[in-house]
T-cell receptor, first 112, second 112 residues
């Protein structure tokens, strides 16, 4: 079956450092992945996405890396700021139902 | 104004009561979704709809029903609420298959 999960449930980083949040997936046929940020009391917000024909994509201060060989996805946040404190979810597009399946989330805490 | 609006934002109800959660969107997307979020379990798909005449069960549809009244409206009902349906509920929309999902602010439901 499919599973989308995260290696670490919590991550604490010092302000200004880089953050790396990891995600593993099990469906080798998945072709689309998204990272979401969820702040307390709010709905998930889109950060960045990547298609399976790419292995890297960059946004503003964020980079997503996709390693299809080991079915691993990571989100890198450069120069982490206090406003980056949130729960981060990866999501995978399922071919069979064309829906998004979400991981359990990693809580990122930025220490000032 | 939010593109995806959920009402109510918070609700406390008693076991056995029927309750409806409503979602409306101004994004013009055909695809609409209802997710449930529990601590440590991420987001799980309850139901989804690709257009007004299309309703599909997700991972955890038991105990729930939905109605797609119009392209812009997708409501979730709990026919007879039970305490383990206490959770945070999110509505989302997507314009197409390989696209991000846009989430509402969530409805916090407590069944006592």
């Amino acid at each position: 079956g499919e599973s989308v999960g995260l290696h670490l449930p919590t991550l604490s980083v010092q302000e200004g450092d880089n953050s790396i949040i990891n995600c593993a997936y099990s469906n080798s046929a998945s072709d689309y992945f998204i990272w979401y940020k969820q702040e307390s009391g709010k709905g998930p917000q889109f950060i960045i996405d990547i298609r399976s024909n790419m292995d890297k994509r960059q946004g503003q201060r964020v980079t997503v890396l996709l390693n299809k060989t080991v079915k691993h996805l990571s989100l890198q946040i450069a120069a982490t700021q206090p406003g980056d404190s949130a729960v981060y979810f990866c999501a995978e597009r399922s071919n069979w139902a064309n829906n998004l399946f979400f991981g359990t989330g990693t809580r990122l805490t930025v220490i000032p | 104004d939010a593109d995806v609006t959920q009402t109510p934002r918070n609700r406390i109800t008693k076991t056995g009561k029927r309750i409806m959660l409503e979602c409306s969107q101004t994004k013009g997307h055909d695809r609409m979704y209802w997710y449930r979020q529990d601590p440590g379990l991420g987001l799980r798909l309850i139901y989804y709809s690709f257009d007004v005449k299309d309703i599909n069960k997700g991972e955890i549809s038991d105990g729930y029903s939905v109605s797609r009244q119009a392209q812009a409206k997708f409501s979730l009902s709990l026919e007879s609420a039970i305490p383990n349906q206490t959770a945070l509920y999110f509505c989302a929309t997507r314009p197409g298959p390989n696209t991000e999902a846009f989430f509402g602010q969530g409805t916090r439901l407590t069944v006592v």
